[in-house]
C-alpha cells in the first residue's frame, strides 16, 4: 500500500533523454511513471526493490499536524452543533465541510 501511494505522488521516475517519449513536458529528462504503470512493471518483474521504510520516511505529516487536523474538525464540528442548539441557521458551507470530515 505504500508503494501505491508514493506511486499515485509520482515517486517512481524514469530518466529519459529521447524528446518524443516526454511531448507533455518538452526538455524534461525525467518522467514520472503512474501507479498503473508501477502495477504493469510489478506484474511483469521490473520494478525494482524498494524497502518500504525509506518511503515511510517521505511522509511530511507527523503526529503534531495530525492531532492540529483532529483538533480543527472537532472545533468545526462541535461549532455546527452549537449553531443548531442556539437555533442559528447553518450555511452550505457548514452542512458541507462536516459531511467531507466525517468521510476523511
Known amino acids: 500500500m505504500v508503494h501505491n501511494f508514493y506511486a499515485g505522488m509520482g515517486g517512481f521516475v524514469i530518466e529519459t533523454n529521447d524528446s518524443d517519449l516526454h511531448p507533455y513536458m518538452p526538455g524534461s529528462p525525467r518522467q514520472s511513471i503512474t501507479a498503473q504503470g508501477v502495477a504493469i512493471l510489478a506484474e511483469h518483474g521490473h520494478l525494482p526493490d524498494i524497502l518500504q521504510e525509506p518511503l515511510n520516511d517521505k ?39 462536516p459531511a467531507h470530515v466525517m468521510c476523511a
Open 59 to 97: 511522509s511530511k505529516a507527523d503526529h503534531v499536524a495530525k492531532t492540529l487536523a483532529i483538533v480543527q474538525a472537532s472545533w468545526l464540528l462541535i461549532e455546527c452543533i452549537a449553531r443548531i442548539v442556539t437555533r442559528l441557521p447553518l450555511t452550505l458551507n457548514e452542512i458541507n465541510t
